[in-house]
Every structure is written in structure tokens, then in C-alpha cells.
């Protein structure tokens, strides 16, 4: 089955306190991004890689990290989380085919305390 | 700033009527426009998009409608079903197709 996944689900942590949330897809997708849902605020992108080692920041990377050595594979890692960090996360991927028909994860649900 | 705005929060409307979802958008550099479906507990997945060089675009009971010059589109759902309950995001992205940019959604609750 073509799928994004995500894990965890749910993280919860305190500040400081480095993470990594995982993401993988199994369509050989070349793009894939972040997202963070806020109430009031939709979806902002934090980062995309067009490709392997090709990443590039979005609307709001301030305090997130990415890489991209493997194609299927994006981690979104967090140094030092804080608090304005906590929110519900998705990642996404599509190929150039596609014209931005994302593909989603089922999100993380991230709380820093 | 805002880029792509939902200005209706939430929208209810009878099982078998149509519901009108509206998208406004600022940058007139955008050039492809998605609108996205999301279910609680699960991402979004995608609906139905229009490049900007097309005004209307139709997909069963789904339509999109792109007007350029008042940067605004809208979804129509026709006829509405209990099971198009759901939260509808508005997207667009420029010719790179590198950015996408999000609405904040709107709540959209058919009643049987």
C-alpha cells in the first residue's frame, strides 16, 4: 500500500530535550515536506527537499532540522524543542508528475512541556 | 502574512444541498491551486486542484472554480453528504511547484 508514515503519533517532552520524528514513504516520491497544523494558522511548511542531499528551508524552519541521505527517508529533528513548538505535525511527499498532489502522513502530535 | 486565506471558519449545510467552500489568495504569482480534505486523526489528502490557466475544474461531485483577476476560488459540492464532513484546506504553489501554501481551513459539518 502507497503510504506516508509517521512515528510517533504522539510525542510528549520537555524542553531542551532533542527528537527526531520519523518519516518514510514508499512511493520513490523525489519531494517531501513538513507541515505544522496551528489553530488559526492552517498549514505552514517548515522545510522541503526537492531530492537525496537537496533541502531547503519554508515558511517557518526556525528551531528544526531536516536531512535527506535516502530518498524515501525525511526525519524532522529537533534540537532543543520548546514550547511554541508544540503542535501537530505532517509530512508529505509527491513527485514532479503529480503537480503538488501531496501525499500526507497521519501527523505527530508533538507537546513540549 | 497570510497568503492563502479562509476567511469561514466553519460552514453547515443540509444533506442533498450544495456547499460553498471560498478560498482568497494574495500573491498573483501563484499558479496551481489545490484544495485538500482531512478527517480527525488522519492527514490530509487531496481533492481536487485547477491550474491558472483554467477558470473551472470538475470531478464528479466535486468543482473548482479559479477567479484570477478577484484571486479568489471556490469548491462546490454537489450534492453535499454526510460523509463530506470534514475540515477543507485551500493550497496553491507558484510555478516551481516547491512551496505550497495553506489556508486555515474550513469545518464543513452536512447535517442528514
Known amino acids: 500500500e502507497a503510504q506516508v508514515t509517521q512515528n510517533p503519533r504522539y510525542l510528549i517532552t520537555v524542553t531542551g530535550k532533542k527528537l527526531t520524528v520519523t518519516c518514510s514513504q514508499n512511493?520513490?516520491?523525489?519531494?517531501m515536506s513538513w507541515y505544522r497544523q496551528d489553530p488559526g494558522l492552517g498549514l505552514r511548511q517548515i522545510y522541503y527537499?526537492?531530492?537525496?542531499?537537496?533541502?531547503d528551508k519554508g515558511d517557518v524552519p526556525e528551531g528544526y532540522k531536516v536531512s535527506r541521505k535516502e530518498k524515501r527517508n525525511f526525519p524532522l529533528i529537533l534540537e532543543s524543542p520548546s514550547p511554541n513548538q508544540t503542535s501537530l505535525y505532517f509530512c508529505?511527499?509527491?513527485?514532479?508528475?503529480?503537480?503538488?498532489?501531496?501525499?500526507f502522513g497521519s501527523g505527530t502530535q508533538l507537546s513540549v512541556l | 502574512d497570510q497568503q492563502v486565506k479562509q476567511n469561514s471558519p466553519s460552514l453547515s449545510v443540509q444533506e442533498g444541498r450544495i456547499s460553498i467552500l471560498n478560498c482568497d489568495y494574495t500573491?498573483?504569482?501563484?499558479?496551481?491551486f489545490l484544495w485538500y480534505k482531512k478527517y480527525p486523526a488522519e492527514g490530509p489528502t487531496f481533492l481536487i486542484s485547477?491550474?491558472?490557466?483554467?477558470d473551472k475544474n470538475e470531478d464528479g461531485r466535486f468543482t473548482v472554480f479559479l477567479n484570477k483577476s478577484a484571486k479568489h476560488l471556490s469548491l462546490h459540492i454537489v450534492p453535499s453528504q454526510p460523509g463530506d464532513s470534514a475540515v477543507y484546506f485551500c493550497?496553491?504553489?507558484?510555478?516551481?511547484?516547491?512551496?505550497?501554501?495553506f489556508g486555515t481551513g474550513t469545518s464543513l459539518t452536512v447535517i442528514p
Open positions: 508529505a511527499s509527491t513527485n514532479r508528475d503529480s503537480l503538488g498532489k501531496l501525499f
Open positions: 512511493m520513490n516520491h523525489e519531494y
Open positions: 527537499s526537492m531530492n537525496v542531499e537537496v533541502t
Open positions: 500573491n498573483s504569482m501563484f499558479d496551481y
Open positions: 485547477i491550474s491558472s490557466i483554467k
Open positions: 493550497a496553491a504553489s507558484g510555478y516551481t511547484g516547491n512551496q505550497f501554501y
